[in-house]
Nanobody
Framework: QVQLVESGGGLVQPGGSLRLSCAAS????????MGWYRQAPGKQRELVAR???????NYADSVKGRFTISRDNAKNTVYLQMNSLKPEDTAVYYC?????????WGQGTQVTVSS
């Protein structure tokens, strides 16, 4: 059974940084694209960043230049480095992958940007 577990969220002041991690178990994800999504209260879940198995990345316009997605295939883990955080980045952040066996989501980690 594939499981994705996010960690690293928390409360941070505007302009601060956080690094989210998503650790996978139950499958080797080195050949799969991985994505970070977020959902703010009252809003739809949106794609934040995505990384392919080959390391190609794409980002939402709202986070370009501030967030960086990366992966460590040896650790079966994907990361999201978030810098210059803004209050509008406040949301629950989810890790996602789509395999032949289906789509998988983590439980989410809360990120709150507030002074």
């Amino acid at each position: 059974q594939v499981q994705l577990v996010e960690s690293g969220g928390g409360l941070v002041q505007p302009g601060g940084s956080l690094r989210l991690s998503c650790a996978a178990s139950g499958a080797t994800l080195s050949l799969a694209a991985m994505g970070w999504y977020r959902q703010a209260p009252g809003k739809q879940r949106e794609l934040v960043a995505r990384i392919t198995s080959g390391g190609n990345t794409n980002y939402a316009d709202s986070v370009k230049g501030r967030f960086t997605i990366s992966r460590d295939n040896a650790k079966n883990t994907v990361y999201l480095q978030m810098n210059s955080l803004k209050p509008e980045d406040t949301a629950v952040y989810y890790c996602n992958t789509n395999l032949l066996t289906g789509g998988y989501w983590g439980q989410g980690t809360q990120v709150t940007v507030s002074s």
